[in-house]
C-alpha cells in the first residue's frame, strides 16, 4: 500500500522561528511536491523536485525553501514563519505521467 | 497555459439525489484530467483520472466524469448521493509530460442533506 507521510499533523509554532515540514515517501516515487491549502484558493504548489537535490519554484515559494537529500524525503522550511503561513500543508509524491499521491498535512497555526 | 475552472464553491444535495459538480479546464496540450476528494483533516485521495482513453471514467464510490473536449468539460457525477459523500472536491489538470505537475482548481465542499 502507498505511502506518504508527513512529520506532524499539527503544528503551532511562533512569528519569526524555524520551521521544518518533512514528508517521506515509500513508493520510490521520482517527483515530489510541496503545497499550501487555503480555503477559497485550492492548492497553491509552493515548490516541486524531480529528483534528489533538484528543486523548483512553484507558483508562489516566497518565504519558503526546500531540501531533498534523499529521494524518499522532501523538507519545506520556513526560514522566519510569519503569521500569514498559517495554512495546511500537504505534500505529494509521483512517478511520471500518474497521479499524485498525497499525505495526509500538516496544519501550521503560526502565532 | 493550462487552467482549471470549478463552477460553484459549495454544492448542497438530497441523500439519494444526483450529485453533480462541475470542471472546465484549459489546455494547450491534450490533458490529463483527475478528481480528488478531501474528507476532513486528511489529504487528498483519487477519484478518478482521465489519460485519453475513454471518454467516460469510472472511479470509486460510484462517481464517474465524462471528458467532453468540445466542450472542455470533465464534470462529475454519482446518481445517489450517500451522506458519507460530503467532503471537498478537487478537479485538476495535469500540465506536462515531465513531473507530472498539476494546477487544482479551487475546490467545491459538498454537502449532503438527510
Keep these: ?111 | 497555459a493550462q487552467s482549471v475552472t470549478q463552477l460553484g464553491s459549495h454544492v448542497s444535495v438530497s441523500e439519494g439525489a444526483l450529485v453533480l459538480l462541475r470542471c472546465n479546464y484549459s489546455s494547450s496540450v491534450p490533458p490529463y484530467l483527475f478528481w480528488y476528494v478531501q474528507y476532513p483533516n486528511q489529504g487528498l485521495q483519487l477519484l478518478l483520472k482521465y489519460t485519453s482513453a475513454a471518454t467516460l471514467v469510472k472511479g470509486i464510490n460510484g462517481f464517474e466524469a465524462e471528458f467532453k473536449k468540445s466542450e472542455t468539460s470533465f464534470h462529475l457525477t454519482k446518481p445517489s448521493a450517500h451522506m458519507s459523500d460530503a467532503a471537498e472536491y478537487f478537479c485538476a489538470v495535469k500540465t506536462d509530460n515531465q513531473g507530472g505537475k498539476l494546477i487544482f482548481g479551487q475546490g467545491t465542499e459538498l454537502s449532503v442533506k438527510p
Excluded at chain 1, 515509500?26 to 477559497?40: A, I, K, L, T, V
Design chain 1, 1 to 111: 500500500d502507498v505511502k506518504v507521510t508527513q512529520s506532524s499533523r499539527y503544528l503551532v509554532k511562533r512569528t519569526g522561528e524555524k520551521v521544518f515540514l518533512e514528508c517521506v515517501q515509500d513508493m520510490d516515487h521520482e517527483n515530489m511536491f510541496w503545497y499550501r491549502q487555503d480555503p477559497g484558493l485550492g492548492l497553491r504548489l509552493i515548490y516541486f523536485s524531480y529528483d534528489v537535490k533538484m528543486k523548483e519554484k512553484g507558483d508562489i515559494p516566497e518565504g519558503y525553501s526546500v531540501s531533498r537529500e534523499k529521494k524518499e524525503r522532501f523538507s519545506l522550511i520556513l526560514e522566519s514563519a510569519s503569521t500569514n503561513q498559517t495554512s495546511m500543508y500537504l505534500c505529494a509524491s509521483t512517478t511520471l505521467g500518474n497521479e499524485q499521491f498525497f499525505g495526509p498535512g500538516t496544519r501550521l497555526t503560526v502565532l
